[in-house]
């Protein structure tokens, strides 16, 4: 039996808020796992930045992952993969929480956080694409850009969950026991709450355009190979547009609070704060920008936020510099019309039979060479450069999404 559209928005909401969080957190107390896990000589900037290199890890597994989970999706179904995904990520979360540091196991630490990282990236890599493609086919066409844009909201709000915990963490504990041991909390909590997620999602119902391919014995044996034979510019299309929303979200939301404590020397609990607003903005605009988009049209909404990223990045970040706060604020909202409004369109680049593979391909590949070397790229030009390189960053990545946008086939949800 299909899942009615308000209960289907709300699970894939809910899910996303503890399901991203999970995956986040890491950087969020990116300080704290470079001192648990790496030699003290390494020196407190090297061993933030090794712990930014382990989180990329995740994001360049999510494609492997990704397209794994995809052809399970497109053979088997995709509410299968939109309720299994999630326990793999709540026991890869308990696994990193509860791992020794490396005072205590030497270099093991390190190399079984890589190895956690990499199977928590597998599982995500698969549960955003299934839950994208399962959600917007519940919706259809008049819809699709409001609830993935709730459905988005909810994955960003994971983010300002994270940046709420370690605020909370670090108000009670201190610093000094926050760094010690106190972030392992975190973990433990987005644990749970992953289990959580797992019963309410394991008996939502099949989207009624999978069952219709199945009915017809339209199932494709090899979604992927179809994919790239008949489909190479929807995927060039997907990932160039994918490729804006990663980097917005690896260098103005999750690497923010340490870009503004490193490079703009403000302290960890504003910058902390600062971005906890960012993401929160984010989630709010995101619903009106897919609202929006359903309205007068997805590639208005994109072409518009785009062209107004490219202008602004270079004086905004500048700005950053002198007032901190509101530039960042403000860049997050302009990239945040942008992402609440692609993320319907994402899902009518591909036809039905190789929908998930289309979106797993075009994001985790995204997630994997641009938001997983974000926060680490991102640190780097700006200690080189200055505010100007990441806004340098940042513009040609829009201008890649006003290539996507222009490319992009016109398609129908079924």
Same mark, same amino acid.
């Given at each position: 039996?299909?899942?009615?559209?308000?209960?289907?928005?709300?699970?894939?909401?809910?899910?996303?808020?503890?399901?991203?969080?999970?995956?986040?957190?890491?950087?969020?107390?990116?300080?704290?796992?470079?001192?648990?896990?790496?030699?003290?000589?390494?020196?407190?900037?090297?061993?933030?930045?090794?712990?930014?290199?382990?989180?990329?890890?995740?994001?360049?597994?999510?494609?492997?992952?990704?397209?794994?989970?995809?052809? *399970?999706?497109?053979?088997?179904?995709?509410?299968?993969?939109?309720?299994?995904?999630?326990?793999?990520?709540?026991?890869?979360?308990?696994? *990193?929480?509860?791992?020794?540091?490396?005072?205590?196991?030497?270099?093991?630490?390190?190399?079984? !956080?890589?190895?956690?990282?990499?199977?928590?990236?597998?599982?995500?890599?698969?549960?955003?694409?299934?839950?994208?493609?399962? !959600?917007?086919?519940?919706?259809?066409?008049?819809?699709?850009?409001?609830?993935?844009?709730?459905?988005?909201?909810?994955?960003?709000?994971?983010?300002?969950?994270?940046?709420?915990?370690?605020?909370?963490?670090?108000?009670?504990?201190?610093?000094?026991?926050?760094?010690?041991?106190?972030?392992?909390?975190?973990?433990?909590?987005?644990?749970?709450?992953?289990?959580?997620?797992?019963?309410?999602?394991?008996?939502?119902?099949?989207?009624?355009?999978?069952?219709?391919?199945?009915?017809?014995?339209?199932?494709?044996?090899?979604?992927?190979?179809?994919?790239?034979?008949?489909?190479?510019?929807?995927?060039?299309?997907?990932?160039?547009?994918?490729?804006?929303?990663?980097?917005?979200?690896?260098? !103005?939301?999750?690497?923010?609070?340490?870009?503004?404590?490193?490079?703009?020397?403000?302290?960890?609990?504003?910058?902390?704060?600062?971005?906890?607003?960012?993401?929160?903005?984010?989630?709010?605009?995101?619903?009106?920008?897919?609202?929006?988009?359903?309205?007068?049209?997805?590639?208005?909404?994109?072409?518009?936020?785009?062209?107004?990223?490219?202008?602004?990045?270079?004086?905004?970040?500048? !700005?950053?510099?002198?007032?901190?706060?509101?530039?960042? *604020?403000?860049?997050?909202?302009?990239?945040?019309?942008? *992402?609440?409004?692609?993320?319907?369109?994402?899902?009518?680049?591909?036809?039905?039979?190789?929908?998930?593979?289309?979106?797993?391909?075009?994001?985790?590949?995204?997630?994997?060479?641009?938001?997983?070397?974000?926060?680490?790229?991102?640190?780097?030009?700006?200690?080189?450069?200055?505010?100007?390189?990441?806004?340098?960053?940042?513009?040609?990545?829009?201008?890649?999404?006003?290539?996507?946008?222009?490319?992009?086939?016109?398609?129908?949800?079924?």
């Amino acid at each position: 039996m299909a899942t009615p559209l308000w209960r289907a928005t709300a699970i894939s909401a809910l899910g996303g808020v503890f399901e991203f969080y999970d995956f986040v957190i890491f950087a969020v107390f990116a300080p704290h796992i470079g001192k648990a896990f790496f030699p003290a000589s390494a020196g407190e900037s090297t061993a933030t930045l090794k712990a930014f290199a382990v989180f990329a890890v995740g994001y360049l597994a999510r494609p492997i992952g990704g397209i794994l989970w995809a052809h *399970i999706a497109d053979r088997r179904g995709r509410a299968y993969v939109f309720s299994h995904t999630v326990l793999g990520m709540a026991a890869t979360t308990l696994l *990193i929480g509860l791992l020794p540091g490396y005072a205590t196991i030497g270099i093991a630490a390190p190399i079984l !956080l890589v190895i956690f990282r990499l199977m928590q990236g597998m599982a995500l890599g698969g549960e955003i694409p299934a839950s994208l493609c399962w !959600l917007s086919e519940h919706a259809g066409t008049r819809h699709a850009g409001l609830v993935t844009a709730i459905l988005l909201a909810g994955v960003n709000s994971g983010m300002a969950l994270g940046q709420g915990v370690a605020l909370i963490i670090e108000s009670i504990f201190g610093t000094e026991q926050a760094l010690a041991w106190a972030w392992r909390l975190a973990f433990g909590f987005g644990s749970c709450v992953g289990v959580m997620a797992y019963f309410v999602r394991r008996h939502v119902g099949e989207t009624t355009t999978f069952e219709t391919l199945r009915a017809n014995s339209e199932i494709e044996r090899f979604p992927l190979r179809r994919l790239l034979r008949e489909s190479p510019r929807a995927v060039v299309a997907g990932f160039l547009m994918c490729s804006v929303h990663a980097w917005v979200v690896a260098a !103005l939301f999750l690497a923010l609070p340490t870009f503004l404590v490193q490079i703009c020397k403000i302290e960890v609990h504003r910058a902390d704060g600062i971005a906890l607003i960012s993401a929160s903005c984010g989630s709010a605009i995101y619903i009106f920008s897919g609202w929006l988009a359903d309205r007068i049209g997805a590639r208005r909404v994109c072409g518009f936020a785009l062209c107004t990223l490219i202008l602004f990045a270079l004086p905004a970040y500048h !700005l950053i510099e002198v007032h901190g706060a509101l530039p960042a *604020i403000a860049l997050g909202a302009i990239a945040s019309v942008f *992402i609440g409004g692609y993320l319907g369109l994402l899902p009518r680049l591909f036809p039905a039979e190789v929908r998930v593979s289309g979106l797993a391909t075009s994001y985790d590949c995204a997630a994997a060479l641009v938001g997983g070397s974000g926060p680490f790229v991102m640190l780097l030009v700006a200690d080189k450069w200055g505010s100007t390189g990441p806004a340098v960053v940042l513009a040609l990545f829009a201008i890649g999404g006003l290539v996507g946008v222009a490319l992009a086939p016109k398609r129908s949800v079924e």
